[in-house]
């Protein structure tokens, strides 16, 4: 069955713009987190969804926020943007929130933030 | 919170063995997992311990020892393809039960 999907693979906003990722997870898949991801650095939590409900938020500033719909599928907003923001949003997807530690990831999104 | 100690790089040549700690502080934790990403990929899901012991999966083991707070990931037959970046994740069973990665450690494998 076809993996995590995330949209776009790249991208190139400018400072104080606001961005929106997408990802579809694995069908059958209720729980979707996302994590960001810069260079030298692990994978920092940002958010995990299940049924449509944020379960887990990391330590991030008000600018990231994220939903869930109904077929599961989630997105992550970043408003204002800064430099530093530029990284690699991850999405992940797993039967269940909370439980477990095998997750699978998607390709994730380039963004650069000039 | 949780926190994961790995070394920042390891490098070993083909055909070697090369193993990759994980040492973490948490009040509580389903388990020890790790994972690979290869430049420009995703993390792939390698291996999970849930109990004290080591777990094989063909030329990758991990083994966990909840009394010491260290788990290890060890890499046989290292082939070129297994040069990547290895991350050690845990799942808090606190209130706050996010899956939290370490920093992650590159692995270089040399011809």
């Known amino acids: 069955k076809a993996g995590v999907t995330q949209t776009p693979r790249y991208l190139i906003k400018t400072r104080g713009q606001q961005v929106t990722l997408s990802c579809s997870p694995i069908?059958?898949?209720?729980?979707v987190s996302w994590y960001q991801q810069t260079p030298g650095q692990g994978l920092q939590f940002l958010f995990e969804?299940?049924?449509?409900?944020?379960?887990n938020k990391g330590n991030f500033p008000g600018r990231f926020s994220g939903r869930q719909f109904s077929n599961s599928r989630s997105e992550m907003n970043v408003s204002t943007l800064e430099l530093g923001d530029s990284a690699l949003y991850l999405c992940?997807?797993?039967?269940?929130?909370?439980?477990?530690?095998?997750?699978?990831f998607g390709e994730g999104s380039w963004l650069t933030v000039v | 919170g949780q926190s994961l100690e790995q070394p920042s790089e390891v490098t070993a040549v083909e055909g070697a063995i090369v193993q990759i700690n994980c040492t973490y502080q948490?009040?509580?934790?389903?388990?020890l997992s790790w994972y690979q990403q290869h430049d420009g990929g995703a993390p792939t899901f390698l291996s999970y311990?849930?109990?004290?012991g080591l777990e094989e999966t063909g030329r990758f083991s991990s083994f966990l020892s909840r009394s010491d707070s260290y788990g290890y990931l060890l890499l046989q037959e290292l082939q070129m393809k297994d040069s990547a970046s290895y991350f050690c994740?845990?799942?808090?069973?606190?209130?706050?039960?996010?899956?939290?990665f370490g920093s992650g450690t590159q692995l270089t494998v040399l011809p």
């Open positions: 069908s059958g898949h209720r729980s």
């Open positions: 994740a845990v799942r808090s069973s606190g209130s706050a039960r996010q899956l939290t």
């Open positions: 311990n849930g109990l004290d």
């Open positions: 992940a997807s797993s039967l269940a929130a909370s439980v477990g530690n095998t997750i699978y």
């Open positions: 948490t009040s509580g934790f389903y388990g």
């Open positions: 969804y299940f049924s449509e409900t944020q379960r």
